[in-house]
Nanobody, 123 residues
């Protein structure tokens, strides 16, 4: 059974930092890719970042490039999203999900969605 559990969200002031974790079970992360997504009230879910264990590639949305860093610890079967210089517009619920081939831009192709973790950035 493919399961992903997000954690690490919270309330932080603008300019602060948070590190989100995505713990995988039921499969070996090193064989696939893990994407990070977020959804704010009234908006569509959007891609934030992705890391592919098949070729080592990483990807970032333009809005977070230079501020967020995605990494993985295969021994722990966990992916992290380090978020620095947070802005109020980063406020959203953050999710992770897996793609069995690569870091695709097609969100519906990802599976294993969890409940997400809330990130709130105050001004």
């Amino acid at each position: 059974e493919v399961q992903l559990v997000e954690s690490g969200g919270g309330l932080v002031q603008a300019g602060g930092s948070l590190r989100l974790s995505c713990a995988a079970s039921g499969f070996t992360f090193g064989d696939y890719a893990i994407g990070w997504f977020r959804q704010a009230p009234g908006k569509e879910r959007e891609g934030v970042s992705c890391i592919s264990s098949r070729d080592g590639s990483t990807y970032y949305a333009e809005s977070v490039k230079g501020r967020f860093t995605v990494s993985s610890d295969n021994a722990k079967n966990t992916v992290y999203l380090q978020m620095n210089s947070l802005k109020p517009e980063d406020t959203a619920r953050y999710y992770c999900a897996t793609h069995f081939i690569y870091c695709s831009n097609v969100i519906r192709d990802y599976v294993g969605w969890g409940q997400g973790t809330q990130v709130t950035v105050s001004s």
